[in-house]
């Protein structure tokens, strides 16, 4: 081990780094980052493996970070590493800086997750665990030897989602997964104390964890409880650290400004700052510096990494020697390639809901892809996950040979895990629940949007024909808001989200296809309660890859252009025969995915949307889903769902708020008259 004044001096460092960019800044949070840095140190410089030459090395340990607003605190270790430099390190929350003033995903310099929505760092840390212990059991103790590390704060514990995160870990016996509470008492606003009185240690105990609690500024106490956490083989580990808020920091007036709610999220100003970098033994003229002392620790833990490292990396090899068919399955799994599918295989039963469409694929996939897993919240029989559920089982404690996560409801730990376990790499992940419960799941498939994760998001129950349970369970506002996202492209121009609601059956195993293509992106696919009619025969379903294309009457020029998505496209589709009787020309357009449709080229878009003809759109959501496809003006209208749903059957519903052929020939023609 290392001597215990060289590790207190590395943590001054990462303290005197974490108040030196955010005093540079004039923005962010010291406080917190100070009082963990003698964890960080002694994880980074003597427990955490990692190969030194190489960030993105597969049976690296993976470390989380959950407040995000700590970021100082993980950008000063990883500096001593070589990722960052000083002058990264002095850029911190500046445009185009490498240094954000929350981390964002960088796995080439060591940050594993984008993280600042507290409680989701953690739960992405523990899809981690599940995907290595997935992974173990397919490819053995030798290639997933690693442990998964997160780092969480008292604003994660308080979020409703470290109770999914501490139930479930709990349950499967997440053994590799390893958590340091750095336990503070001080928060942004207030102590602690001032909302919150529960029993923390005893709560995970309760969830069946091994729980520790400690200094956790004492280096000799961090090492005892990392070593026990090491040795635990039927449980998952929490550190509970009680460590000091601002440790190290004076006041102006050489006063201790350790413990201060002040400190939390804000520089220290002037004096304060001064005494606080000469205090920790930094000179504040040139903050940014690593001691030698520091240079040395890390270095040392470099060469030891070397050798550790090769001997792990000679073991995979001679495990490749003789499992060479697994080997190159393994390198396929973590290429972050598409799986090769035989989409020929998937049957569909002409008429029926586009969810059990969605099972039919599913099934296939369970079958076609072992590195697939699938996930739902307490719905998979509804939700029809368990098409894919009834080719394997689902996870256990002890036992990961299964493909299936029951996650039970829990939908935003859910959607954080399933992100986790395509981070950890290696799996191809897809969760599910009603549509109307992505409300909870917003928050994770935003952060997917920005990391890029390709996650699978199924929602079912797409529209107000959910009937009888009533508006409380009927999306109306859900489409709008997804497709929203769908319109936002991240900072390389590529989308954010990819969107598919299928118009029938076959469209469906089209828009499985698509999803299972993509891997730039997370992808929504919102699928149908109830039966749908077959579109029209003939009809080319390979077009909908286009995102929006002619599914019916493709003239030449057409006198109205009706457009929608999903089961609406039917319902459009039943009304054309009385408008053609009438001597109007009609085209029917099926856009599953409008994003997809605005990537097409200019030309394509003209041809099947052209800009000088009238154009109606349906929708069982806000008529704002369309308008994007459709327009606004004298020349566009969209029929939507102007309030939230009704409670009765569907059909009923069809009808009473004008979803039938009728009401389309009614409404198109009054269009056209008007």
């Keep these: 081990m290392n001597d215990i004044k060289i590790m207190n001096k590395a943590a001054d460092n990462i303290r005197i780094l974490a108040a030196a ?73 500046q445009w185009q800086s490498i240094t954000p003033g929350h981390p964002e995903l960088d796995i080439n310099r060591g940050i594993e997750n984008s993280s600042g929505p507290l409680g989701q760092g953690h739960a992405i840390a523990a899809g981690a665990a599940i995907a290595e212990k997935f992974l173990e059991a397919r490819l053995g103790r030798t290639v997933m030897k690693h442990k998964i590390y997160a780092y969480i704060s008292d604003g994660a514990v308080q979020e409703e989602i470290s109770q999914g995160v501490g ?95 002040k400190t939390h999220g804000a520089p ?22 690593i001691f030698e002392e520091t240079k040395a620790l890390y270095q040392a833990r470099a060469k030891e990494l070397t050798k550790v490292v090769a001997a792990r990396k000679a073991d995979v090899d001679e495990w490749r020697k003789a499992n060479p068919e697994t080997a190159t399955l393994m390198d396929q799994w973590f290429s972050g390639k598409a799986p090769k599918v035989d989409w020929t295989k998937v049957v569909q039963k002409e008429g029926s809901a586009t969810r059990a469409a969605s099972a039919a694929c599913l099934s ?47 939908e935003l730990t859910m959607a954080d895990m399933c992100i986790g376990m395509m981070l950890h790499g290696g799996v191809v992940s897809a969760c599910g629940t009603f549509f109307v419960f992505s409300d909870y799941m917003k928050p994770a498939v935003r952060l997917a949007a920005l990391m890029k994760v390709p996650v699978k998001f199924i929602w079912t129950h797409d529209a107000f024909r959910v009937g009888e349970d009533g508006p409380t369970h009927e ?32 469209e469906t195993t089209v828009c499985w296809r698509l999803a299972m293509e993509n891997t730039e992106s997370p992808t929504a696919l919102i699928f149908s309660r109830q039966g749908i009619a077959k579109l029209p025969e003939g009809n080319d379903y390979d077009q909908a890859a286009k995102g929006a294309y002619i599914v019916a009457g493709s003239d030449e020029n057409p006198d109205v252009i009706l457009v929608a998505s999903g089961s609406e496209v039917s319902t459009l589709e039943s009304g054309t025969a009385a408008l053609r009787k009438d001597g109007i020309r009609v085209r029917v357009v099926s856009a599953p995915s409008e994003g997809l449709f605005r990537s097409q080229s200019a030309e394509y878009q003209e041809r099947v949307l052209p800009y000088n003809v009238k154009k109606f759109g349906m929708t069982a959501g806000l008529p704002v889903t369309l308008e994007g496809l459709v327009g606004i003006g004298p020349n566009s209208k969209v029929f939507g769902m102007t309030s939230f749903g009704f409670s009765a059957p569907y059909k009923v519903l069809d009808e009473k708020l004008g979803y039938t052929g009728e009401n389309v020939y009614n409404q198109v023609k009054a269009f056209l008259n008007k």
């Design 475 to 506: 999306p109306v506002e859900q489409e709008a808001q997804i497709r929203l996202m769908e319109k936002l492209k991240n900072h390389d121009g590529k989308d954010s989200v990819r969107v598919f609601r299928p118009a029938d059956a076959d």
């Design 167 to 261: 139930r479930i870990a709990g349950t499967l016996g997440l053994n590799n997964l390893i958590m340091f509470y750095d336990s503070n008492d001080i928060q942004l606003s207030t102590e602690t104390s001032a909302v919150t009185c529960e029993n923390t240690k005893a709560k995970y105990e309760a969830w069946g964890w091994n729980v520790m609690e400690i200094n956790g500024n004492d280096v000799a106490q961090i090492r005892i409880a990392l070593d026990a956490a090491q040795k635990e083989e039927k449980r998952p580990t929490i550190i509970i650290g009680k460590t000091t808020m601002a440790k190290g920091a004076l006041k102006a007036d050489g006063s201790s400004y350790e413990n201060n709610v």
């Design 364 to 410: 296939e996939l369970a079958k076609q892809v072992p590195n697939m897993i699938c996930a739902s919240a307490d719905l998979s029989n509804s939700d029809k996950t368990d098409g894919f559920l009834k080719n394997t089982h689902g996870f256990v404690r002890g036992d990961f040979s299964g493909a299936f996560f029951q996650a039970g409801v829990s």
């Design 21 to 93: 960019m955010v005093e540079k800044a004039n923005s962010g949070h010291p406080g917190g980052a100070m009082g963990g840095a003698d964890f960080m140190n002694v994880l980074f410089s003597e427990y955490l493996v990692y190969d030194p030459a190489d960030p993105t090395w597969i049976g690296r340990d993976r470390f989380f970070l959950d407040p995000g607003h700590m970021s100082t605190m993980l950008y000063s270790v990883l500096s001593f590493r070589g990722l960052f430099s000083m002058d990264d390190l002095k850029q911190f929350r």
């Design 268 to 289: 220290f100003g002037d004096g304060a700052y001064e005494n606080t970098i000469q205090n920790l033994g930094g000179d504040f003229n040139e903050p940014f510096a």
